[in-house]
């Protein structure tokens, strides 16, 4: 079945971009929306944003202004960026697969596998 | 502060049935966007609980149910046994002028006593 693993940096200093990957193994990324989620310590869940398989993204408004997700669907990886971090951007980061809403039922099937996620740590 | 309002806590006795709440507006739930439902236990990453407002993935147990209505929508839990004890997640999309986007609720910390 379909895997995801995130990778990258566990700590990164404040100013700084934070940058981590998710390798996609045991399926296609075609017609999914490849996502990225965040959790701060004790905190709840936080999207982030995601990127379509053709490449088309849509962000948090809250952070749309320091955030890029790109893909590589030929290495089988989507990667997410984060730019001039604080201390506010310490959490523990998922990457999951979200299906979306389908045309025929008209059911939104969420994110139906996700990351073990990865700790991303910045000092204040 | 989240955009769709959970309950910070609920509890239960085993066997019992709980419920926990989702509270949003005309700009998410209310605009006919679906619910989602995810559990994450303690120190793992969250799982699909219920996807379109009342549909659970294959393997979840039928104790879970989820109702939408309104602005709302709620999450019950049926036969309450100790492995249910988890953390709780409300989803949907709420609309904007750039669009509709995916918000989560806070979270709900259930106890099973």
């Known amino acids: 079945q379909v895997q995801l693993q995130e990778s990258g940096p566990g700590l990164v200093k404040p100013s700084e971009t934070l940058s981590l990957s998710c390798t996609v193994s045991?399926?296609?990324?075609?017609?999914?929306?490849w996502t990225w989620v965040r959790q701060p310590p004790g905190k709840g869940l936080e999207w982030i944003g995601y990127?379509?398989?053709?490449?088309?993204?849509k962000y948090n408004p809250s952070l749309k202004s320091r955030v890029a997700i790109s893909i590589d669907t030929s290495k089988n990886q989507f990667s997410l960026k984060v730019n001039s971090v604080t201390a506010s951007d310490t959490a523990v980061y998922y990457c999951?697969?979200?299906?979306?809403?389908?045309?025929?039922?008209?059911?939104?099937?969420?994110?139906?596998?996700w990351g073990q996620g990865t700790t991303v740590t910045v000092p204040s | 502060q989240s955009v769709l309002t959970q309950p910070p806590s609920v509890s239960g006795a085993p066997g019992q049935r709980v419920t926990i709440s989702c509270a949003g507006s005309?700009?998410?739930?209310?605009?006919?966007?679906?619910v989602l439902w995810y559990q994450q236990l303690p120190g793992t990453a969250p799982t699909l609980l219920i996807y379109?407002?009342?549909n659970r993935p294959s393997g979840v147990p039928d104790r879970f149910s989820g109702s939408k209505s309104g602005t709302s929508a709620s999450l019950a839990i049926s036969g309450l046994q100790a492995e249910d004890e988890a953390e709780y997640y409300c989803?949907?999309?709420?609309?904007?002028?750039?669009?509709?986007?995916?918000?989560f609720g806070g979270g709900t910390k259930l106890t099973v006593l």
């Open positions: 999951a697969r979200e299906i979306g809403y389908d045309i025929l039922t008209g059911s939104n099937y969420g994110m139906d596998v």
């Open positions: 045991g399926g296609s990324m075609s017609s999914y929306y």
């Open positions: 990127i379509y398989y053709d490449r088309s993204t």
């Open positions: 005309s700009s998410n739930i209310g605009a006919g966007y679906d």
């Open positions: 379109g407002n009342n």
């Open positions: 989803q949907s999309h709420d609309s904007s002028l750039s669009g509709s986007h995916v918000v």
